[in-house]
DNA sequence: GTGGTCTAGACCACG
DNA sequence: GTGGTCTAGACCACC
């Protein structure tokens, strides 16, 4: 599993790190009874603190899914691919929903929107290939 | 002019007026030299506290969007429409490029965030049609 | 509202502050729009860290029972009278059961454990008397 | 002897264990000189961390409760069934007083506590006549 | 003034 | 080793 943390788009890291534990469970990265990186680990890899992380796991306990296992951790529960899979594309389209609705609010009208999404997503692929490229590059020196 | 306060989508009461003032400039809706309403006319309208206002207003003066003129409150200044019409889009850009952006860190498909930005679209027209017909029927009974 | 710490038995302080706002809502004690008092207050009012009145406040919105207001704190909401009525049994019945469980599974009589809750509210009763009269006492004396 | 660990009534394992082992001097399943299981078997037994059963032994060690005997394994004292029986209620009642007295604090009345204490011990009949029948099923198929 | 986030670190319970 | 609780304090955003 591979987090990324954005200090700071506007949410909170240990949001981050909730979305994208359920992300990764949605994508299978995660399988259920896979442990989650200790909260010690973790904190490390994000070079956050361990609070935060725990904050994050705290919450995802609440919402069932993780689930601890006494003295060895969290591990993913066996509804947490269910709800996750179902959460996925909601967790997008409610933010996606705040937006659109200022926009349109706003007389900016669909097709104006849908070029700012067309071009926003070629952008992302840009970047994606150049990141890409230079892995190859990388590997490739390596 | 017809703000409208969404508590709370994440941002911050003082940032939505400040944009909605932006976005009325640029819609023609205000015009060089109007005047916004006062302080505590506008407090009250929104039923949020004045210095949040307040606060809205300072930045406006900061981004050149509002000039105070002695004795009668703030009026659009001559420069409003320019700024206003090209920041119009980049607004918007800039809060769904951070959206699009998670989505696509986390196996979203373009295709998918295209059905999603249709399907918002369709529901805020449904949305607005409805609000119409209620307008349109409040008149009648008027 | 009057809140009473126990450290410790056993639950969290923040636990049992939200335990304790939910069963001052049920009571009536807290009102729809009520503000509970404030992180710092409350903190200072039982001795203890702001920290742990905030991570129970936080508790208690994801309980739907707290609402913020922004800037001027935390208010009842409209639904949590009914949410903690209907919980304010179930809170006890639930430790309650887990204490039963135990004494079944291990050939306590139904008997016996009506004796003991018999001889325990009995002792609870004489204690708030006795506090009651310290009470009455101290009114005599001021 | 017949044990039942219950993941998590929020009584540890190892106390879990414990309570049951002076419930089964109590209840003479555990007679003076009786071996316990050995910490493998009973860990094995029971699905939990040889650790955590040898932390039990070691507790019950402290109390009196068990001796080890050379080369053999560890048996139950002479003065056991004594403290046992004397402590059998008290284990209960202290659990039960702290439940207790949380709902006296909170305005549940004693009828309100001896509706709850009939209604789960009923609950616990029935869940046992369940079983009962289960296990009377279960021979005739044997 | 309000609450929220994050950091830092101590201490504990559990396995 | 694991996570949980609590304390302490800094900093920020908002009203």
Redesign the interface.
């Known amino acids: 599993m591979q987090l990324?943390i954005?200090t700071s788009?506007?949410i909170p890291i240990y949001e981050q790190i909730c979305?994208?534990v359920k992300?990764a469970v949605a994508?299978k990265a995660l399988q259920v009874g896979d442990h989650v990186p200790s909260v010690r680990e973790m904190a490390g890899r994000l070079a956050v603190n361990p609070n935060t992380v725990s904050r994050a796991y705290r919450d995802l306990q609440?919402d069932g899914v993780l689930i601890p296992i006494?003295?060895t951790g969290l591990a993913v529960t066996p509804e947490a691919p269910g709800k996750c899979q179902s959460e996925?594309?909601d967790m997008?389209?409610e933010?996606?929903?705040?937006?659109?609705?200022?926009?349109?609010?706003?007389?900016?009208t669909?097709d104006?929107?849908?070029q700012?999404?067309e071009?926003?997503?070629q952008?992302?692929?840009a970047l994606?290939d150049e990141n890409a490229s230079q892995l190859v590059t990388a590997e490739e020196t390596a």
Request: proline share 2%; net charge positive; glycine share 4%.
């Open positions: 990324h954005e788009n506007g979305r994208q992300f994508n609440a006494r003295g996925r594309l997008i389209r933010r996606l929903r705040l937006v659109l609705a200022e926009a349109r609010h706003n007389q900016i669909p104006e929107i849908r700012l999404v071009s926003e997503l952008r992302l692929d994606e």
